[in-house]
């Protein structure tokens, strides 16, 4: 079983996939498809189509399997994954899209998050880290200098939210109780995790910067050692339409 290596992760703008709808639209499943007819608007519904058919075609591509012929199962709350392997995770804010994929070799239940964040000043981040964050997280947000403070904010939100997507809890982990390296310039890495939510040491932790475009922030977390990830524009897994 491999126990360390690289990580895809594949970066998509879905802007740029506009013209493969309805080659995605018809990779889904029927379940698939109705949870995306019930978005509100057009291009809500568009997007769904797109980041799940994205997700088929690149898991399909991992593993040399037809990418519509993939079932999903889903944990406690609600984070899809594959009975086989392999171990992956999708994040996505706005047109932007992340989807890591462990080697098929790994455990299929290797913990892997991802999140992206485009880089804005954040109204009330203060306020926010205070309220959500760990206490040691909020003090190391204040003594940042004010112009980057958005980028802290942002580093501390992104590698937060991928622990927490890497260990599949959902919002039902409190972000305050783990702590994250968030300071710009410092190395991405876990700080500190409150045992009794039963997610091992800190030093299990693998965190690490990813830098999809210069206007945007994001992190990988794995629990486990030996990995690394592997940065990926999507046009590189897709054949001309």
Not at 39 to 66: I, S
Request: proline share 10%; charged share 25%; aromatic share 8%.
């Amino acid at each position: 079983m491999v126990t360390g290596g690289a990580i895809e992760v594949w970066y998509a703008d879905l802007g740029a996939l506009s013209g493969r709808l309805e080659a995605f639209r018809a990779l889904l499943s029927p379940d698939e498809a109705e949870r995306a007819a019930r978005f509100r608007t057009e291009p809500l519904r568009e997007r769904c189509v797109l980041r799940r058919g994205l997700l088929r075609h690149l898991l399909g591509r991992a593993t040399g399997r037809n990418p519509a012929s993939l079932s999903f199962a889903y944990g406690p709350q609600g984070k899809p994954f594959l009975a086989d392997g392999p171990a992956f995770n999708l994040a996505d804010c706005k047109d932007d899209v992340l989807v890591a994929i462990a080697p098929p070799g790994a455990t299929p239940t290797l913990p892997l998050g991802v999140d992206v964040e485009r880089l804005r000043t954040v109204p009330d981040a203060d306020g926010i880290a205070e309220r959500f964050f760990a206490p040691a997280e909020h003090a190391a947000f204040r003594a940042v200098p004010e112009p980057l403070r958005p980028r802290a904010f942002l580093n501390g939100w992104t590698r937060k939210e991928a622990v927490i997507k890497a260990t599949g809890a959902g919002l039902s982990m409190p972000l305050d109780r783990f702590a994250v390296e968030l300071t710009p310039g410092r190395p991405s890495r876990l700080l500190w995790i409150d045992p009794s939510l039963g997610e091992g040491e800190a030093e299990d932790w693998a965190l690490f910067d990813l830098q999809p475009a210069t206007d945007r922030v994001a992190a990988l977390a794995v629990r486990a050692g030996g990995w690394r990830p592997l940065l990926r524009p999507v046009a590189e897994a897709l054949s001309p339409a």
